[in-house]
C-alpha cells in the first residue's frame, strides 16, 4: 500500500469527522459575525481537499509503498506504551512516584533485554535523582 | 538600547542564569554528542522544568542546550563518523579522515573554536538587529499579522520533509488542533465534548514530548534489544589546533559564520542547510580544495561555524515577529507563549529586560561552551559508553514526569500517549512532525488577526491585499508554496 494514499484516507476521515463535527461542538456566531466556526471549517475544507490531492498523487505517481503491518507499533513499541500507560495507572491509583517509577525503569530495561547490574542500578538511583529534583528543588507535588 | 544591553547583562550574570546557563550547555552537549537524540528531544525533555523557573532563566536553559547540543553533535561526527545530530552530518567528512590519521585532537578543537566563533557572531546579530526589525514591526496591525502568521506556517510546512502536501497538511491538522478549548474571543467551547480538562486547549507541552520524544522513543524501540553503546574507545586529544592552522581556517570561519547567521535568520532554513553550504563554499574558496574529503581542517571548521551560526539569529524571527526559524524556536516560541508572552514588538516594549538577558545571555552560552568544550571533553565522551536501552528509559521516565509536572494531572499524559502513538505512525507514513508544532503554536495568532482584520473591515477580505506589508507577506507565501513545489518536482525527477 503506498503511504500518500494510506495518509490521505486518514487525513480525509479526521477532516469529515471535523467537518461533521462542528455544528455539534462549536458554538454558531451572531448573524453577520465571523465566528468561532470560520476557522475549523476553513480547516476542515482544507484539509480534505488536499488529502484528496494526496491519495490522487498515490495513485498516480509513486511514492513510499508500506504494509498496513508496517505502519501498526512493532511488539516493543506496543510494550512500552502499554508500560507508560501502567505507570499513569500505578500512580492514578496510589502506588506512588517511587515504587511506580522503580517498577518502570526495571520493567523497562528487561523489556529492551538490558544486562548488567550497573545498568539497573543507575537507573534505580535515576528515580530517587528525579524525585530530588522534582519534589524537592521544583517543589513539584508528586504523587 | 545601551542602557537595556545593560540591564540584560545584569539580569543574565545572576547566579541562578548561570548555573541554567551551564547546566543547559552540559546537557546539551551530552545530548548532542549521544548519536539518536537530537536537540530538539533535548529541548523538549527540559521543558517542563523551566516552568519553576523565572522565565529568563528558564530560557537560557534551553537556548543552553540548543547550542550546545548543535555543537555536541560534532564530537561523535569526528570521533566514530556517527554524527550526534543532522546538522554535523557534514562534518563527519573530514572529521572522520582526521581522527583517522591521528588528528582527532586537531579537529575538535577546530570544531569547538568554530562552533564558538559561529555562536557568538549570531549572538551579537541577534542582540543589534532584533531590536531594530521590532521597532519596524511596531506598525503592524491584524492584517499584516495575519499574513505574517499564514506566511511562517506554509513556509515551514511547505520545506519539512520531501513532501510539500503532507507538511501543509501537518500544518493544516496543528492549527485545527489549536482551535480545541475555549475560544478567546466569543468565549464558546469548542471541540471539548464537555469536558473540563480540554477547555484550556490540548497542552503544548505533553503535545511536543509526545510528538518529539516519545513518539521517537516508541520508533527506536524495537532495536534497543540490539543496539550497543558506540562508545570512543581512545581519545588522542594531546595533539591540538596549532596558532598557523587556526590563521589559516579562519576566513572560511568568519564566511561560515556569516552563512550560518543570514539563513538562521530565514524562517525553516536551518542548521543542516547551513552546514553544507558553509561546507561547498569553503571547499570552493579554499587555497587546498584537493584536501577536502581527506581530512582538511578547513572542512571541519566550515560546517560547525556554519551550523552554531544559526542558533542565535533563528530566534530574531522569533522574537520579533513570532514567526520561529526552526524546530527547536518553535518549542522555545512554546515556551514563552505558556509563560504567557507573546513574541513581537510588544516583547521588546513590555519585557525589555527579560529578552535583553536572554540576548546577552547568548553571548555568555558560547563563552560557557567553548570553556566546557575545552575542559570537560573527555567527560562528554564517556557518555557514549552509556547503553541506549538505559538512556532511552531514562529519558522516559523523565518525559512522564516532567509532562506530569507542569499541570499536576495525569490528564496530560493521556494526551501525551495519543500524540506519541499519533507521531508513530505519521512518521511511518513519511509525514514531517514539526508543521503540527507550528500550526499549534501559530495557530491561534493566525485565527484572532485573521478575525480582528475581517471585524475591522466589516468582513471585506480585500483589507489583506491593500496594505503593502500584508500584499508582500502574502506574495511571499505564495511564493514559498510555488517554490517548494518546484523543488519537490526536480528531486523527484
Known amino acids: 500500500m503506498k503511504t500518500n494514499v494510506i495518509g490521505g484516507v486518514l487525513f480525509l476521515v479526521f477532516g469529515l469527522v471535523v467537518l461533521f463535527l462542528i455544528p455539534a461542538q462549536v458554538p454558531a456566531p451572531e448573524p453577520g459575525m465571523i465566528g468561532p466556526r470560520y476557522v475549523p471549517y476553513i480547516m476542515a475544507v482544507a484539509m480534505i481537499l488536499l488529502s484528496v490531492v494526496l491519495i490522487v498523487q498515490g495513485l498516480l505517481g509513486k511514492d513510499g509503498k508500506v504494509s498496513f503491518r508496517g505502519i501498526l507499533p512493532s511488539k516493543e513499541a506496543l510494550l512500552t506504551t ?16 517511587i515504587p511506580t517509577s522503580l517498577l518502570f525503569v526495571i520493567a523497562g530495561l528487561l523489556l529492551y533485554r538490558t544486562k548488567g547490574w550497573l545498568n539497573y542500578a543507575i537507573a534505580v538511583a535515576f528515580v530517587f535523582l528525579l524525585y530530588l529534583v522534582f519534589a524537592v528543588f521544583l517543589r513539584v507535588q508528586l504523587p | 538600547m545601551f542602557a537595556n544591553i545593560l540591564i540584560g ?27 539518536g537524540l537530537g536537540v530538539a528531544m533535548g529541548v523538549t525533555v527540559m521543558l517542563p522544568f523551566v516552568f519553576g523557573m523565572e522565565t529568563n532563566v528558564g530560557l537560557l536553559l534551553l537556548l543552553g542546550i540548543y547550542c550546545g547540543g548543535t555543537y555536541g553533535g560534532s564530537i561523535t561526527a569526528i570521533l566514530i563518523k556517527t554524527p550526534g545530530t543532522e546538522a554535523a552530518a557534514v562534518t563527519v567528512i573530514d572529521g572522520y579522515e582526521l581522527t583517522k590519521q591521528g588528528k582527532s585532537g586537531k579537529a575538535l578543537d577546530m570544531a569547538l573554536i568554530a562552533s564558538t566563533i559561529g555562536g557568538l557572531i549570531s549572538a551579537f546579530t541577534l542582540l543589534f538587529f532584533a531590536p531594530l526589525l521590532a521597532h519596524q514591526v511596531l506598525r503592524f496591525g491584524p492584517p499584516e499579522f495575519f499574513s505574517l502568521g499564514l506566511f511562517g506556517l506554509t513556509i515551514i510546512a511547505s520545506v519539512s520533509g520531501k ?51 516519545v513518539a521517537e522513543i516508541l520508533l527506536k524501540s524495537h532495536t534497543l534489544s540490539t543496539a550497543k553503546a558506540q562508545a570512543v574507545s581512545k581519545l588522542d586529544s594531546k595533539m591540538g589546533l596549532t596558532r598557523a ?87 522555545i516560541l512554546g ?22 538577558s536572554v540576548m546577552v545571555g547568548m553571548i555568555i552560552i558560547n ?127
Open chain 2, 9 to 35: 547583562l545584569q539580569n543574565a550574570i545572576t547566579l541562578p542564569a548561570l548555573i541554567a546557563m551551564n547546566f543547559g550547555v552540559f546537557f546539551g552537549i551530552v545530548i548532542g554528542a549521544l548519536p
Open chain 1, 82 to 97: 502499554l508500560l507508560i500507560i501502567l505507570w499513569v495507572v500505578g500512580l492514578a491509583l496510589g502506588l506512588g512516584f
Open chain 2, 335 to 356: 515556551a514563552l507563549m505558556m509563560n504567557g508572552l507573546i513574541p513581537g514588538p510588544g516583547l521588546f516594549r513590555d519585557h525589555a529586560p527579560m529578552v535583553y
Open chain 2, 367 to 493: 563563552i560557557f561552551m567553548f570553556l566546557q568544550g575545552k575542559l570537560l571533553l573527555r567527560t562528554f565522551v564517556s557518555f557514549t559508553k552509556v547503553l541506549p536501552s538505559l538512556l532511552m528509559v531514562l529519558v522516559l521516565l523523565m518525559c512522564l514526569v516532567g509532562t506530569f509536572a507542569v499541570n499536576n494531572t495525569l490528564l496530560d499524559l493521556i494526551v501525551l500517549i495519543v500524540f506519541a502513538l499519533f507521531g508513530y505512525v505519521l512518521n511511518k507514513l513519511e509525514f514531517p512532525l514539526p508543521p503540527v508544532v507550528l500550526g499549534m503554536v501559530l495557530g491561534p495568532l493566525v485565527e484572532k488577526t485573521l478575525r480582528q482584520s475581517l471585524l475591522i473591515s466589516d468582513g471585506d477580505f480585500s483589507i489583506f491585499v491593500t496594505r503593502p506589508i500584508s500584499i508582500v507577506f502574502l506574495l511571499m507565501t505564495v511564493l514559498s508554496v510555488f517554490f517548494a513545489i518546484r523543488r519537490q518536482r526536480k528531486l523527484s525527477k
Open chain 2, 245 to 331: 592552522e587556526f590563521k589559516e581556517s579562519l576566513p572560511a570561519i568568519l564566511r561560515s559564520s556569516v552563512i550560518g547567521t543570514v539563513i538562521g535568520a530565514i524562517p525553516a532554513a536551518g542548521a543542516v542547510i547551513a552546514s553544507f553550504i558553509s561546507y561547498s563554499d569553503a571547499k570552493r574558496r579554499s587555497k587546498h580544495p584537493e584536501l577536502f574529503g581527506h581530512g582538511s581542517l578547513e572542512g571541519v571548521a566550515a560546517p560547525e561555524a556554519g551550523n552554531n551560526a544559526v542558533t542565535a539569529s533563528c530566534m530574531i524571527p522569533m522574537f520579533t515577529l513570532g514567526i520561529p526559524g526552526s524546530v527547536v524556536a518553535a518549542i
Open chain 2, 163 to 213: 513532501s510539500v502536501l503532507k507538511g501543509l497538511l501537518m500544518g493544516i491538522l496543528g492549527v485545527t488542533l489549536s482551535t480545541v478549548g475555549v475560544d478567546m474571543i466569543s468565549g464558546g467551547q469548542r471541540f471539548t465534548f464537555d469536558i473540563v480538562f480540554l477547555y484550556g486547549g490540548l497542552g503544548l507541552v505533553p503535545s511536543i514530548i509526545g510528538l518529539f520524544s
